[in-house]
Structure formats: structure tokens, C-alpha cells
């Protein structure tokens, strides 16, 4: 067997909450909870919003805000995904062609009087729709910076739809820029996804940091939702080491949930649909479902 075959393998056997049912130790080295199938919603809204920020690239953002989205809306969640980096990543990996759109969440930030309705893409995804972006939501952090309330844009621009959706996920660019200050303060919550390496875990203090920051001056109810360990390979010490030390700093933020790598995930993004339904029983997809079930079973997605 090769080695991203085994590593593949390995995967597919991940039960996740099956796992817990058991009482088995978890990769944070705690016991994994039971987080239970939640229960249908009576109606929908208003929307939870959670900024998935770390700025550092590479980490798993976009991955996570497709697939954790995806899973939300399987357990009848209504979701909207904000694709709120100029690279489009989340647009193209939701099959969207964002370069071809007449308007996106640029227009939404820099010309008032847009619908946010004509702008909202849906998806192929029951229940999971986005606002689309593209290289010219790089231009929108120099045009807002002379505008009155320029931290707020984002949060007056979803306004209007805040009562259709249960949770909206914001994916944030990887920097601590204007646009990331904007997300933060639109949110309810941050979720950091925070890849299992060492020098991932160098920027997140200087995150944490930011985010006290504009808890104190812009956004008084935003908290850190989680800690989202990405990336983990459990063969490797690295791997175990970087969430053991993880788990040691910031303790309960960090989710019982551990997502590995695959192959699986690029497979999913060249076919431009989440892992949950392009290898719906992968332990990857599984991973994601367990993640969607514990934030549901936190509070901060119920």
C-alpha cells in the first residue's frame, strides 16, 4: 500500500462520534463527548455569525467553511457562506465562476443600494448558499478606509437577510487587515482553524490578540468559538505534539474535533462540491459532521 494510500485508509476508518460512544481518548487527549444528532428547527433565524479567520494561509479555512457549512446543512441548518477573500477560493470550490458575475461582495461593501437577495448564489447543496468574491473585493480595503464606520460595512450589508439564514460563515482572507476587521466585527463568534505544525502556531497569539482587540472597541459580544486542530497526520509526533500543545494553551476552546488530511479534499475542491456529499461516507466527511454536531451542541450553531 503507498503512503497516501495508508494515510487515505487510515482516514476512512476515523468514526468520529462512534469513537466517543466508546469512550474512546480522542487526538486532543481528551475522551471525545457524545455529541448527539441535533434536533429539527422549528424556524429559521437569526443567523449565528462566525468569522473563520487565521492569518496565516494554508491552514484549511476554505475547507472548512465549505465542508463544515455542508454539514451544517444536512442536519437542516440554513447556511450562507461569505467568500470574504480576493482569491475566490470558496466561490471556486462551490463551482461558482465569481469572475463572471455581474456583482459580488465587493459591490455589496463599496456601492450602497444592492440587494443582497441578487448577489446570494445558491448552491447544489440543500439549504447552503454564498455570496461569491473575486479579485476585485482586493480594491475594497483602500476604498473603504475614508469611509465613516469603515469596520462596520460588512455587518450593514447582511443585515437584511440575518433572519433567513441560522448560521453564516465568513471566510476571511489570510492577513489582519481591514476586511478581517470588518468580518470580526460582524461576528458573533471566530472559529480559528490552525494546521498541525508548529510555526502555525506562532500567529495565533497575535490573532487572539486582535480579536480582544476589537472585542474591546467594535464588538463587545464577539468570542472565540474554537480552536479547530487541521492537517493532523496521527502517525507523526509532530502531529500529536503541536495538539497536545495546543490543548495545554487554550484548553475547552479547542474543539474535540481533529480533521486529517486526504487526498480527499483536493479530490473535492477539482469537483467543486464539499467532501459530504463527494465521498459522503470518507472519515473526512464524518470529521465534519462530528464538527458540525459539536458546535451545534455548544450552542454556537443551534
Given at each position: 500500500m503507498t503512503s497516501q494510500a495508508a494515510t487515505d485508509g487510515e482516514h476512512a476508518r476515523l468514526p468520529g462520534i462512534d469513537a466517543a460512544s466508546k469512550g474512546q481518548v480522542g487526538p486532543t487527549g481528551r475522551a471525545l463527548p457524545h455529541f448527539?444528532?441535533?434536533?429539527?428547527?422549528?424556524k429559521h433565524g437569526p443567523a449565528r455569525i462566525i468569522a473563520m479567520c487565521n492569518q496565516k494561509g494554508g491552514v484549511g479555512k476554505t475547507t472548512s467553511a465549505i465542508n463544515l457549512g455542508a454539514a451544517l446543512a444536512e442536519y437542516?441548518?440554513?447556511?450562507?457562506?461569505?467568500?470574504?477573500?480576493p482569491q475566490g477560493a470558496l466561490s471556486v470550490g462551490l463551482g461558482i465562476r465569481a469572475n463572471e458575475l455581474e456583482n459580488t461582495i465587493y459591490n455589496m461593501l463599496v456601492e450602497p443600494g444592492h440587494d443582497i437577495h441578487d448577489v446570494i448564489q445558491h448552491t447544489n447543496t440543500a439549504n447552503l448558499d454564498v455570496i461569491p468574491a473575486n479579485i476585485d473585493l482586493s480594491a475594497a480595503e483602500?476604498?473603504?478606509v475614508?469611509?465613516?464606520?469603515?469596520?462596520?460595512?460588512?455587518?450593514?450589508?447582511i443585515r437584511p437577510v440575518l433572519d433567513e439564514y441560522d448560521v453564516v460563515l465568513i471566510?476571511?482572507?489570510p492577513s489582519l487587515g481591514l476586511l478581517t476587521v470588518n468580518a470580526l466585527t460582524a461576528a458573533h463568534g471566530v472559529l480559528i482553524p490552525l494546521e498541525c505544525e508548529f510555526f502555525a502556531m506562532r500567529g495565533v497569539a497575535l490573532l487572539v490578540e486582535t480579536i480582544e482587540k476589537v472585542t474591546d472597541r467594535l464588538n463587545p459580544r464577539l468570542q472565540v468559538d474554537g480552536i479547530l486542530a487541521t492537517m493532523y497526520d496521527g502517525r507523526t509526533l509532530h502531529s500529536r505534539d503541536v495538539v497536545k500543545s495546543v490543548v495545554e494553551h487554550f484548553g475547552d476552546r479547542v474543539f474535540h474535533t481533529v480533521i486529517t488530511r486526504t487526498i480527499k479534499f483536493p479530490d473535492a475542491t477539482l469537483?467543486?462540491?464539499?467532501i459530504t456529499s463527494y465521498a459522503s461516507t470518507h472519515g473526512a466527511a464524518e470529521a465534519y459532521r462530528q464538527?458540525?454536531?459539536?458546535?451545534?451542541?455548544?450552542g454556537e450553531a443551534a
Open positions: 448527539p444528532a441535533p434536533k429539527p428547527l422549528a437542516g441548518r440554513k447556511v450562507l457562506l461569505i467568500d470574504f477573500d483602500v476604498q473603504l475614508g469611509e465613516v464606520a469603515r469596520e462596520m460595512v460588512l455587518s450593514r450589508a471566510d476571511c482572507q469537483a467543486a462540491e464539499p464538527l458540525a454536531r459539536e458546535l451545534i451542541s455548544r
